[in-house]
């Protein structure tokens, strides 16, 4: 954002897949992978990283390999917009189920444009029409119904539709203004991290602003380390990369956590002088209370929020629904505050619930459920 308009040039947009369990996410990242695999790549590309480009009509999009949406949030509750672009992989056997439209929710969230990749088309079970009105029914009206989601059928296995599903994604990437700036600040975002017994801590990064180079030295949130080699995502050493770039790099004292931002810095001297700067500033934020419904009453009265934001759990259906119904009436009737809800469920309370929340300052709601341990 602080980058001037002259200094921007396009980059490859970030797409992240989300989607239900089986509905095939993992089976058409590998279907789009292997049709951008050039004979003599594939044993390049097995040990490849957390992310990855393909190419369509010369134009590069990234995909990040992450399990689903529960990693696209805690990436945001981290302060990291982790993609521009999501992919909703939804099974056309199968249809809208309720990580489905959690996954949407999540997105919807964080304001991320949506494109619907309706997979398994090839099966004789498959009903896509019904498919499109359970769509249509979470507000993701496909723009054949005039709404604006554009939905691609696709068989991750035939690889049928991946070209239309690629033309899709820069279509939406058009409209998005996707850009960075090569020279700017090198920023980005930690995809994963792992300590490999050879190498040392290995941190798959994905470069969002600026241009990083071996031998600069970074802070991934509290780690850091001087890049002693880099790969890109087949696994080849490159000395440098520019925005929207999957790289994995050695040299960092530590294992960040996958959503940490990370930054170029001065020195390896200037990187402990920011962490022990935030270590002070964690201590003194500890002893201040969790955000309550009174915090967020009094920062409504003070003008600072114009929207309160809920996630509401109930027992059954036969409670969800009027509850959220008399919510809506209760927002309808009163000026002061916008209420969004931005899920709704049955259930228990969640890990990904809370994941949510954290990255939206939401306050979560529960009729007759408890919290499950993780989001305790």
């Known amino acids: 954002e602080d980058e001037a308009e002259e200094n921007l040039q396009p980059r490859p947009p970030v797409v992240a897949m989300l989607g239900h369990v089986d509905h095939g996410k993992t089976s058409l990242l590998d279907a789009i992978r292997d049709a951008n695999v050039a004979g003599g790549e594939e044993g390049g590309i097995t040990q490849g990283i957390g992310a990855y480009q393909a190419e369509h009509q010369g134009q590069k999009i990234t995909f990040l390999d992450t399990p689903g949406h529960a990693a696209f949030t805690s990436m945001r509750a981290r302060g990291a917009q982790g993609a521009d672009i999501v992919v909703l992989v939804v099974a056309a056997d199968d249809g809208v189920m309720p990580q489905t439209r959690e996954a949407a929710n999540h997105a919807k969230a964080a304001r991320v444009p949506i494109v619907v990749a309706l997979n398994k088309i090839d099966l004789p079970s498959a009903n896509p029409d019904l498919v499109k009105k359970q769509l249509a029914e979470i507000d993701l009206v496909p723009d054949e119904w005039d709404g604006d989601t554009i939905v691609v059928p696709v068989s991750a296995k035939n690889s049928q539709g991946l070209d239309d599903l690629m033309g899709a994604i820069l279509l939406v990437a058009d409209n998005q203004n996707i850009k960075a700036n090569p020279k700017g600040e090198a920023m980005g975002t930690v995809v994963e991290a792992e300590l490999d017994k050879f190498r040392g801590v290995m941190a798959t990064l994905l470069l969002q602003n600026g241009t990083v180079e071996v031998g600069d ?3 991934a ?4 380390g001087r890049i002693k080699a880099m790969f890109d995502y087949r696994g080849n050493r490159i000395k440098k990369a520019g925005p929207s ?7 960092l004292n530590d294992v960040p956590r996958a959503g940490d931002l990370f930054r170029v810095v001065e020195s390896e001297k200037e990187a402990r002088a920011i962490v022990s700067e935030m270590e002070s500033e964690v201590a003194t934020q ?9 915090d967020l009453y009094a920062r409504l009265q003070a003008g600072e929020m114009q929207e309160l934001r809920l996630i509401i759990k109930a027992d059954v259906q036969g409670s969800l629904e009027p509850i959220v119904n008399s919510v809506r009436e209760l927002a309808e009737k009163q000026a002061e505050v916008d209420i969004n809800i931005l899920h709704q469920e049955t259930g228990n309370i969640t890990e990904s619930d809370v994941m949510l929340a954290a ?5 979560v709601i529960g009729f007759s459920v408890t919290a499950d341990n993780a989001a305790e």
């Open 217 to 219: 030295t970074i802070l």
């Open 221 to 224: 949130g509290k780690a850091h």
């Open 245 to 251: 770039t999957p790289i994995a790099v050695m040299g």
């Open 286 to 294: 500890s002893s201040a209370p969790k955000v309550t419904l009174e």
């Open 359 to 363: 990255a939206s300052d939401a306050i």
